[in-house]
């Protein structure tokens, strides 16, 4: 584990400053301690507006844990499962049914009763889906069957074991939506004006493309015990506004334009630092380590020498060194350090430039007149497709771009750019898909399930792992299957895997921060001194 520094005291009410501490479980509260301070606007400028609030990213997860509660929380620290909507759940022997009692007197902001039956409903939009609506099913719902109500319990039925089934409640897609949402189409439910929840925050209003205004919910009083405030929000207003140039994120928080940016680039980390900013580097333990998939089914990655030789030709330490900062930690497995699953499979991904020019020699890739190896009238030309919820995939494939040029491999790298990434998540032409990704369905199911959006092929090694893995109920059993998981996506070269999930946000000196294991920030015990 690394040391942590804090940085200088600027003023007396600031007690901690989390800066940049990457090897621990999760960062302690960031900010000022000390008897909360009621009232006042947050402003939170986050990476891209949120035209679904059903998208799986950062941003639409960020909005709408504001707005959503879950039935179970599972916190960041100890990864204990907590009531939240639910004062009591079980499961049975096998993972194959899940009760859960829900809390009476629990309203959703247009005063509607929170009941089993609405729970129910909400389980079985998501389980199931609603094709007149045009709802697809939630992929993480695994083995979903059906719901039954009996007085305020709802009890869920799956068709399989899942024992990662409380991780995926407690994710953002299942946060719990009011009748009169659920009774909307897909289209309407996806614009956050439309959203009615039980959460300590209500929509208020919004310019289009550029902020939404949310209000606190006076009498909200159900939040999870683990939660640092039991009651209403400190805050009387939250403003979520959009600044899509990493670069003015942070010039928003140095000029008191914005009080928390998320999506700090490594460079500007400095700066904030020395300019008494808060500097937060939150771990995901939810979420896999920073990945590349590749499409084993696209020709040029097929062989797995080549995938191999990409994966040797990396060098990770370089990369967190030279391109990104303390914050960062190169990753050792698929998994983060800080996930309590996580095996060390350093030993085969370490950088080994000359064997990997002798896997691409072996695999018939020969060096060309321009430096690029050619096969058969081909170039060994690859493109990358990642998203701009991550501000440092693209400077760190600059980096790994001239590693691989010296290997004889092409980089187009396409990192930041939504159109291509948007098309690439369903198509296995673009043969290199970069990601980072809570996988409550478990890791066998991630990589081994054909269509994939990592590798878009079947891995039957991989599904047989993903039954072991949801079912096992013993902790130590659970661990070695998860291990093998890893070692198994290594081994087939599934996966570049490159530097640990954290989210780096810079916030002003005198915010009180606290965030999920998902990261998304927790405005409900957030204050301002």
């Known amino acids: 584990m690394r040391v942590c520094t804090r940085a200088a005291a600027l003023v007396a009410l600031v007690s901690l400053v989390v800066a940049g501490c990457a090897g621990h479980r999760h960062p302690p509260s960031s900010g000022p301690t000390g008897a909360p301070v009621r009232g006042g606007t947050l402003t939170y400028s986050d990476v891209s507006f949120v035209t679904d609030t059903m998208a799986a990213n950062y941003s639409a997860n960020n909005l709408m844990f504001q707005l959503l509660d879950r039935v179970v929380y599972v916190d960041p620290k100890t990864d204990a499962v907590h009531g939240w909507l639910a004062r009591q759940f079980t499961r049975n022997a096998d993972a194959t049914r899940y009760s859960f009692t829900i809390r009476d007197g629990v309203t959703f ?106 209000k606190k919910r006076p009498d909200y009083a159900w939040a999870p015990e683990s939660w640092p405030n039991h009651g209403a929000a400190y805050l009387d207003t939250v403003v979520f506004r959009v600044i899509t140039e990493p670069g003015l994120r942070a010039g928003a928080v140095q000029s008191h334009q914005v009080d928390v940016a998320r999506g700090i680039q490594p460079t500007d980390e400095p700066a904030l630092k020395q300019g008494g900013l808060q500097v937060i580097s939150v771990a995901a333990p939810a979420e896999t380590a920073n990945l590349v998939g590749m499409r084993i089914n696209n020709q040029v990655v097929a062989d797995v020498r080549v995938r191999r030789a990409l994966q040797l030709g990396i060098d990770r330490k370089a990369v967190v060194d030279t391109v990104l900062s303390d914050s960062y930690r190169a990753s050792d497995s698929v998994l983060g350090h800080d996930d309590p699953l996580f095996a060390n499979v350093s030993a085969d991904i370490g950088y080994q430039p000359q064997k990997a020019a002798q896997l691409l020699d072996e695999a018939g890739w020969k060096i060309g007149g321009d430096g690029i190896r050619e096969k058969d009238g081909h170039k060994l030309n690859l493109s990358l497709a990642a998203s701009n919820q991550s501000v440092v995939f693209r400077p760190a494939f600059e980096f790994i771009e001239s590693e691989w040029r010296e290997l004889g491999v092409a980089l187009q790298n396409r990192a930041g750019d939504m159109t291509f990434f948007n098309a690439s998540a369903t198509q296995p032409s673009t043969p290199l898909f970069g990601t980072r990704i809570q996988y409550n369905i478990g890791l066998g199911l ?84």
Do not use: C
């Open 446 to 529: 991630l990589f081994g399930r054909p269509k994939s959006n990592l590798t878009f092929a079947k891995n039957d090694r991989l599904i047989a792992l993903a039954d072991e893995e949801l079912k096992e109920t013993d902790p130590v059993r659970l661990k070695d299957v998860v291990a093998r998981e890893q070692r198994t996506i290594i081994d087939d070269q599934l996966a570049l895997v490159l530097w640990d999930e954290v989210q780096v946000h810079a916030a002003a000196p005198n915010v009180h921060l606290d965030f999920t294991r998902y990261t998304e920030p927790l405005l409900q015990s957030a204050w301002k001194a």
């Open 109 to 214: 902001s247009d005063r509607t009763p929170v009941t089993a039956e609405v729970i129910k409903a909400n389980f079985d939009q998501l389980g199931k889906g609603d094709p007149a609506k045009k709802m697809p099913a939630f992929a993480d719902f695994v083995g979903y069957d059906r719901s039954e109500v009996d007085g305020n319990v709802v009890t869920v039925f799956l068709n399989r074991p899942n024992t990662n089934f409380y991780k995926v409640l407690s994710y953002s897609r299942s946060g719990i939506r009011s009748p009169v949402t659920l009774a909307l189409d897909y289209a309407h439910q996806a614009k956050v004006e439309n959203v009615v929840g039980s959460g300590p925050f209500v929509y208020q209003s919004q310019i289009p493309d550029q902020q939404v205004v949310l």
